[in-house]
């Protein structure tokens, strides 16, 4: 199904559709409004604690559509904000929707997610970025530090 007659984007929204599909069967839900804001929080987040090219970096990998969401609002002059991991939780809670106390499982999904969609290691090369403290609150499950 074509929504824009344009194949670039009618691909990218296609993909885009398909990471909040995987991201929502992640967290074991249907609410797609709720997973677009928690996979926006992540990006947002994660984005404004990295370096201007870590950034840049890791939207390359994202879909075009999602990139934009990434770099909407974004300030590269004012990055990276040198927040600790309690600040982090705020930001990410409050712009997700979510209490606090979520943040460490919802953000762990959302990297679990995008670690599988994206190419190898451009996730935690982009972690690698951050102090010890947010590694561990974004780290999947299943990962050492968790």
């Known amino acids: 199904m074509s929504f824009t007659g344009i194949?670039?984007?009618?691909r990218s929204i296609?993909?885009?559709n398909r990471w909040i599909a995987e991201t929502a069967e992640a967290f074991g839900t249907e609410d797609r409004v709720f997973t677009y804001?928690?996979?926006r929080a992540w990006m947002h987040t994660l984005r404004d604690r990295l370096t201007v090219e870590?950034?840049?970096h890791l939207a390359a990998q994202l879909p075009?559509?999602?990139r934009g969401v990434y770099y909407d609002g974004w300030s590269p002059s004012h990055v990276p904000h040198k927040y600790d991991a309690h600040?982090?939780?705020v930001h990410f809670a409050k712009d997700a929707g979510i209490s606090r106390d979520d943040v460490p499982k919802t953000a762990a999904i959302i990297t679990e997610v995008v670690v599988g969609l994206i190419t190898p290691g451009a996730v935690a090369q982009a972690l690698r970025q951050l102090p010890e403290e947010l590694r561990?609150?974004?780290q999947p499950s299943g990962e050492p530090g968790r």
Do not use: K, P
């Open 7 to 10: 194949d670039g984007l009618d």
């Open 64 to 66: 075009e559509l999602l």
């Open 37 to 39: 804001r928690a996979l």
């Open 136 to 138: 561990w609150l974004l």
């Open 14 to 16: 296609h993909t885009t």
């Open 87 to 89: 600040e982090f939780m």
């Open 54 to 56: 870590a950034a840049a």
